[in-house]
């Protein structure tokens, strides 16, 4: 590990963090970008942590060298203030973020531990230079000129036509960069709703959705209780809840967002839940429906797609040879539900020719 961070006592608390977890070593400590850039090409770490705000030479600029010469995961550790700096990290190639629960040096930053823990230990199943290709992939994107007259306002006057056929995408480790890239691929004019699980804490889940809304053609918005489910709108589904929708009378649907239950062990899942969404989508538009599944570490998604097939659904997954993190959709594949494996450059046509094969009559 290479810890980065112009705090010496975040660097320490980070350190000693790490160094508490079997077969963790810290080999370096860097205070700032520069040093950080020498530090990674010479001691050649398997994974890097970062802090975006630092002197001389900032987390972004870090990123962009980093990526472009020698891709190796870097997990970004940021406050909660700094939402959208953490999105634009993960376009520059960042693996996946751990948010900290204040900007300033605090004890507090002990309460990442755990979290820091887990994702440490899924890097071995990790695909690098999936998150090279990824960065280079988003670099040419920028904020699209025009802006929606759909209003999301509190999640009451979103309008437009009732969406005949949705799109289920569930993602986890990698998902923010693959779920932009997918997006992009798709037509403001999609003849479909696209409603989207992607694990990820609260209160990120709104900056993610506006700033998908910059950069793709099809309105983007964080789902709220009570909006209609319209075509041509993304719906992503609040941090740390799941999504369900409801039919509603004379055609169309609701969506309901609802808490985790914990299991019977007392642990709450993991949120949002791709199964739960997948779940409930199929049961409203059966063969109406077609669920993806994207990179992520585990799996959740299998059983929502196994319930969506017997129901009549198209099941497609982003190839786990190509995924930064194949779990997800590997499991789906085991699972017998998959109808189709592809890279995610593909992926988009392949939604846009289902969703057009399965619009009724």
Do not use: W
Not at 113 to 130: P, S, Y
Not at 233 to 257: C, D, F, K, M
Not at 258 to 276: F, I, K, M, N
């Amino acid at each position: 590990m290479l810890v980065v961070d112009d705090s010496a006592y975040n660097r320490q608390t980070i350190t000693s963090m790490l160094e508490s977890r079997d077969g963790v070593e810290v080999i370096a400590r860097a205070t700032n970008g520069k040093e950080a850039l020498k530090l990674a090409f010479d001691l050649e770490p398997d994974v890097i942590t970062l802090d975006l705000e630092m002197p001389e030479m900032d987390g972004f600029s870090f990123l962009r060298l980093l990526m472009s010469r020698r891709p190796i995961p870097v997990l970004v550790i940021s406050g909660y203030a700094q939402r959208d700096n953490v999105f634009r990290a993960l376009e520059l190639g960042a693996l996946d973020f751990i948010a900290k629960p204040r900007r300033h040096i605090s004890p507090d930053i002990r309460n990442i531990e755990d979290d820091l823990g887990a994702k440490i230990a899924m890097v071995r199943r990790l695909q690098a230079v999936r998150l090279k290709q990824r960065a280079q992939a988003l670099a040419a994107q920028g904020a699209r000129p025009g802006m929606s007259d759909l209003d999301d306002g509190d999640g009451q006057t979103l309008e437009g036509k009732p969406a005949r056929v949705v799109v289920g995408i569930g993602s986890s480790t990698g998902g923010p960069p693959a779920i932009q890239q997918l997006l992009a691929g798709l037509p403001a004019e999609l003849p479909a709703a696209v409603l989207i699980s992607q694990h990820m804490p609260a209160r990120f889940t709104k900056a993610f959705a506006a700033r998908l809304d910059r950069v793709v053609d099809m309105r983007v918005v964080e789902a709220s209780d009570g909006q209609p489910v319209c075509e041509g709108v993304v719906y992503i589904v609040p941090g740390s809840s799941n999504l369900e929708v409801e039919a509603r009378a004379g055609g169309g649907a609701t969506i309901r967002i609802v808490e985790p239950q914990p299991t019977r062990t007392g642990a709450v899942p993991l949120t949002p839940s791709a199964d739960h969404m997948l779940k409930s989508l199929s049961a409203v538009f059966g063969r109406r429906l077609i669920a993806v599944i994207l990179t992520g570490m585990g799996s959740d998604g299998t059983n929502g797609t196994i319930a969506a097939r017997r129901l009549g659904a198209a099941v497609l997954v982003e190839d786990p040879r190509t995924a930064v993190m194949p779990g997800m959709p590997h499991s789906a594949m085991e699972a017998g539900t998959v109808d189709r494996a592809l890279p995610l450059e593909q992926l988009n046509q392949a939604i846009i020719e289902v969703v057009n094969g399965r619009l009724p009559g």
